[in-house]
């Protein structure tokens, strides 16, 4: 059974950084994304990285303030986070994504999240 296990979230400033830290196991091969759940919001495709890491792709809303990159020797996947805004506001998850119809969907149960909390 694949494990998804965040990490790195906090509470920050707004206009500061965090870097999330996704740490998989039960997993090979996988091209991984990075989600986000707001309160009272559905959960919204954030970041994506295919296996090798060459191939990157953001949501508007994150282009330019965030990078995603990964350690496939160490089975992690990373989120840095800079610029920070209130909007951020929301759980972090991780999960192996496949893309249909331009859409990424998530391959396995959800981890726990990591909270992070921008305050203006």
């Known amino acids: 059974q694949p494990q998804l296990l965040e990490s790195g979230g906090g509470l920050v400033q707004a206009g500061g950084s965090l870097t999330l830290s996704c740490a998989i196991s039960g997993l090979q091969g996988y091209a991984m994304g990075w989600f986000r759940q707001a309160p009272g919001k559905e959960r919204e495709f954030v970041a994506f990285?295919?296996?090798?890491?060459?191939?990157?792709e953001y949501t508007d809303s994150a282009k330019g303030r965030f990078t995603v990159s990964r350690d496939n020797a160490n089975k992690a996947v990373y989120l840095q986070m800079n610029s920070l805004r209130p909007e951020d506001t929301a759980v972090y998850y991780c999960?192996?994504?496949?893309?249909?119809?331009?859409?990424?969907?998530?391959?396995?149960?959800w981890g726990q999240g990591t909270q992070v909390i921008v305050s203006s």
């Open positions: 999960n192996a994504v496949v893309l249909v119809a331009g859409t990424y969907y998530h391959q396995h149960p």
């Open positions: 990285i295919s296996y090798s890491g060459l191939t990157t």
